[in-house]
């Protein structure tokens, strides 16, 4: 990388990746005269599972989609290439109507090469060994170790497994609320579920922290107008700029509401990494899963 008139460019010492599409690998420049690489790779979260339906029988709501795997990891600059290629993951789909599961969420990859097959030989690093929802809707992504970083034994790895998704309510019972944790991403809340008898039960929430909101679960309703859960929250629509108010956090979507004879609502979609939330259940229609947040790539040097 050439600095005109020996400036550098500071934009280049912070740069964020967003989803580009499947297998859009795009291209990283190491900066001169930089001495540490520092790399956060985020896996896409797992999408929302669809709610139960059945007229005059026990609907549960559909459970929240698991969070994304991430890793921080910092590398001595001299030895990287001078490029690098970026894969962003997708968030999983969320999921059909009656009790259709939510889609897995795709890993976040560096590598000295666009390699769609993702062999050893090419990639540094990535952001999980298995995607959230990789098993079911709930499943967290799971962590990597220093046998995923080709130059772990001089690099600062730090790594973490996803979360499960949030269980959805069973029968008339309530879904369970999500706490956000030391993590800056949550896994989906799930949705509201319907007794026999018509008795509605209560969708689940994202529960707030510090200054940040609470996600609100949608609203049961018997006949017509149950609403969706409310999509996740982040602190960082984007990453322009150097000073921001808050600490980056992402949350997961909401759980959607529920209708005994009417149409389940459907889970809120998911911020970066999180999962969606579940539907709510429905009469013969139910409220489909919110769909999974996209990974994210950051790549800061010093």
């Given at each position: 990388?050439?600095?005109?008139?020996?400036?550098?460019?500071?934009?280049?010492?912070?740069?964020?990746?967003?989803?580009?599409?499947?297998?859009a690998?795009?291209?990283?420049?190491?900066?001169?005269?930089?001495?540490?690489?520092?790399f956060?790779?985020?896996?896409?979260?797992?999408?929302g599972?669809?709610?139960?339906?059945?007229?005059?029988?026990?609907?549960?709501?559909?459970?929240?989609?698991?969070?994304?795997?991430?890793?921080?990891?910092?590398?001595?600059?001299?030895?990287?290439?001078?490029?690098?290629?970026?894969?962003?993951?997708?968030?999983?789909?969320?999921?059909?109507?009656?009790?259709?599961?939510?889609?897995?969420?795709?890993?976040?990859?560096?590598?000295?090469?666009?390699?769609?097959?993702?062999?050893?030989?090419?990639?540094?690093?990535?952001?999980?060994?298995?995607?959230?929802?990789?098993?079911?809707?709930?499943t967290?992504?799971?962590?990597?170790?220093?046998?995923?970083?080709?130059?772990?034994?001089?690099?600062?790895?730090?790594?973490?497994?996803?979360?499960?998704?949030?269980?959805?309510?069973?029968s008339?019972?309530?879904?369970?609320?999500?706490?956000?944790?030391?993590?800056p991403?949550?896994?989906g809340?799930?949705?509201?579920?319907?007794?026999?008898?018509?008795?509605?039960?209560?969708?689940?929430?994202?529960?707030?922290?510090?200054?940040?909101?609470?996600?609100?679960?949608?609203?049961?309703?018997?006949?017509?107008?149950?609403?969706?859960?409310?999509?996740g929250?982040?602190?960082?629509?984007?990453?322009?700029?150097?000073?921001?108010?808050?600490?980056?956090?992402?949350?997961?979507?909401?759980?959607?509401?529920?209708?005994?004879?009417?149409?389940?609502?459907?889970?809120?979609?998911?911020?970066?990494?999180?999962?969606?939330?579940?539907?709510?259940?429905?009469?013969?229609?139910?409220?489909?899963g919110?769909k999974?947040?996209?990974?994210?790539?950051?790549?800061?040097?010093?």
């Amino acid at each position: 990388m050439i600095d005109v008139f020996n400036i550098n460019n500071n934009s280049l010492t912070n740069q964020v990746f967003y989803h580009k599409g499947a297998n859009a690998w795009q291209v990283w420049h190491k900066p001169s005269n930089c001495n540490f690489v520092n790399f956060y790779l985020l896996g896409g979260g797992a999408g929302g599972q669809g709610g139960d339906v059945g007229p005059g029988s026990t609907r549960n709501g559909g459970p929240g989609g698991g969070s994304a795997a991430m890793a921080y990891i910092t590398v001595p600059a001299f030895a990287l290439p001078d490029m690098l290629y970026v894969l962003v993951a997708s968030g999983g789909t969320g999921g059909a109507s009656n009790s259709g599961r939510g889609g897995a969420g795709g890993l976040s990859y560096i590598s000295s090469q666009p390699d769609n097959t993702f062999s050893p030989y090419n990639i540094l690093m990535q952001s999980g060994t298995a995607g959230a929802g990789a098993t079911l809707t709930t499943t967290a992504g799971a962590v990597i170790t220093t046998n995923n970083v080709v130059l772990a034994e001089i690099a600062f790895l730090s790594a973490y497994a996803g979360q499960t998704g949030g269980a959805g309510g069973v029968s008339s019972g309530s879904g369970t609320n999500v706490t956000p944790t030391g993590l800056p991403t949550t896994p989906g809340a799930g949705g509201s579920g319907v007794s026999s008898v018509g008795t509605l039960g209560t969708s689940a929430s994202i529960l707030s922290i510090l200054d940040f909101p609470r996600i609100n679960g949608g609203i049961s309703n018997t006949t017509t107008g149950a609403t969706a859960g409310n999509d996740g929250y982040s602190t960082r629509q984007n990453f322009i700029g150097p000073n921001f108010k808050y600490p980056m956090f992402f949350t997961g979507g909401a759980g959607g509401g529920a209708s005994s004879t009417g149409i389940g609502a459907a889970g809120g979609n998911a911020s970066y990494g999180c999962g969606g939330g579940g539907g709510g259940a429905g009469n013969t229609i139910s409220g489909v899963g919110g769909k999974g947040g996209d990974g994210l790539v950051i790549i800061t040097t010093s």
